[in-house]
């Protein structure tokens, strides 16, 4: 099969975090993009590719969680992963309620994030497919 | 000798002896001599009735002084010597009738007795009342002694003739005698005058009245005016009148002094106190003539004691009223004065307060307020003790107790005035944020260490996090079919910087948590032991055991991290206060000495804690110290073990001791700061 190129966006403050995620993530095959903060991602325009976004929950500004709810006001339908230094249960459950594909604490459990990005990746798939399916009947 | 006279006649069969025509006859035989030294008339000696017979038929003056208690008795003649004494000198002692000339008399009289010879005195002077004046008269005493019973010398006969007219005669005549009078007046006028104090007669039979001229000023009367009975009643204050009619009435009655203290209200309305002093005169015959008297301006010294006692009342009510208990308490241990509210609040008698009022003072506090009352009435300082009083409804309160030292006109204390504080809800309220902060430190402090350990795991976890995911990536680009090394090598640079950082924020953490806890510096331990006992007080006084320091001067400044000793002394005073709830039958002392000490290496401090608690019966001292040792059922074990490697880390030893009496002492030594460290 063609595997279709698809983006994984990543979201953190700390650099080294960026830097080996970037890495692990191109090692795997796929394009990355990090970001600092959640203002400099909302300011770069979403591709027309599957994508996912690896998400920190504290970021200067506007914090993991906000930027979630931002792009669901938006209308953005990108696969969430939030991947945080703090386990909170609570906080975990309000980004699975919104549609967070997965929750992972620091550092992350290689496999387990590779699987969550999979399975990002299927449902950002899954989701171009069916609306291109009502797009085009 | 009372004597009193008998009513009625009787004469009886015994006493024809006596004859009949004359005063003292009649005198003699109405008393009743059984209550006298000569005994019952009928049982008189015959030496001294036949002497009795031969003065009262005697024209002239005679008296015999009868008897070892020397009983006067005397014809009529004598009266006029006796003047205004007479009736009074019948059967009375002669010292007691002639007190005015006893040291004359007395030998002239034993030497008359002794020798069985007769003697006279020269002219002697004889002040004289009559009708309210003195007037002085001489006599010639001539003593004979009289045989009595057994060849004894039974009394004295004494023939008394006047020699004023010879005694004046010989004087040069007065010349010029009228303005000597005159000046005399004057000068009585201006003693009167500076005495403040005037002078009265009061003639009975024709109710005149003669004032002096300062009784005038006194009562404010001009000096013209001639005083009546009325007039001077009405010049009586009205509250006055009633009480001084009814003296009067009883003094005229029975002719005796008086001495009266009464206010006037003067003509111009002012009030002055007087006092009036006033006594009978008699004349010859016995029946009373005058009244004679002086009257003192009283005033001033009524208004100062007045003022004394207004002042003194105002200073009652403003102890009393004052919201603490006032007291002087003295250098003998009485007390001086007490407020109401200090008798009321403990409900002590008057006797209790004044030895102190000891029994209200709890007995935990009272060795301690003893010795504190040592030292300051050793030292003359101010007194300052917190101590606890019982109240009338049997409960404990705790008082701030201070005096200030009262000094007399040498410098030297000999008393302290103070007052008691209530401090009880005070202090309460104190213990309480005390408690509510120390909980509040505690709470603190394990939320302090909540954010270290997550601030700590944040920032381990990125390095952590950063660490795994490029071991994963080095792994990938070495598995590929054609292994990416320079991606493998830049992923494993990251790992080991990332390593690095981690490894930074481990070092920083750890040298922040000790940076307080271990820097030494010279200390005072003094300082140190002081510290704690600020910080332990109010568990010691929640537990009621009473902390005596016993801490050196000058002792060396040791080398050593301040809050490390600090705990290591807090953890020997708290095991040393909870060795000792248990005791209930000898004081909670917990003494801690500081001293020198010198050890191999040179002089250094001793610091001893010693409880007069449980100790530990058999149980090996060392043993106290191995980490998890307890005997408590809430504790860890680990305060000893902690505290004797702290000590052990500053060059020092930790050990107990078991005490010769109850309790054991736990005690350390360091060097002193010029010593070279192990």
Redesign the interface.
Known sequence: MSEERSIVFVVDDDQAVRQSMESLLVSLGHEVLTFGNALEFLGHPLPDAPACLILDMRLPGLSGLDLQSELIRAGATIPIIFVTGHGDLSIAEVALKAGAVAFLTKPPHQQRLLDAIEEALRRARGGRQRSAALKVP | VNVRHQGGDTRGPDDNWLGSNSELAGLIRALSWADTPLGPLSEWPQSLRATLALCLAAPFPVAIHWGPGRITLYNDAYRDVLAHKHPWALGRPAPEVWRDLWDVLQPLLDRAVASGQGTWSEDLPVLQQRQGRFEERSFCFSLVPVGGEEQQIGGVLSTVTETTGRARDERPPPRHSEEQLRRSEAHLAQAQRLSGTGSWAFHVATKEIYWSLEHYRMFGIDAGKTPTFEMIVEQIHPEDRQRLARAWEYALDRWINYALDFRIIRPDGEIRHIRSLAQPVWDRSGTLVEYVGTVIDMTEQVRAIEQVRQSEHRFRLLVDSIPHHVWSYRLDGTVGFWNQRLSQYTGLTAAELQNGGWDALHPGDVERVRQAWRRVAATGASYEQEHRIRGRDGLYRRFLSRGTPVRDERGQVYEWFGTDTDVEDHRRAAEALQQAQAELTHVTRLTTLGELAGSL??EL??????????A??AQ??LA?DEP?LE?AR??VE?IA??AD?AGYVVAHTRGLLQKSRNEKAELDIVQVVRAVLVLIHAEAARHEVVIQENLEKGLPPVLGARVLLQQVLLNLVVNGIEAMTAVADRPRALVIRAQPHHGENGLGVLVAVEDAGVGFGQQDPDRLFDAFYTTKPDGLGMGLSISRSIIEEHGGRLWADRNPGPGATFQFVLPGASVEGP
Request: charged share 30%; hydrophobic share 45%; no cysteine.
């Open positions: 795991a944040h976890n990125q390095p952590l996090a950063a660490i795994a995911m490029n994963a990536a990938r680009w590929r990416n991606r830049e992923a990251r910087r990332d950082r």
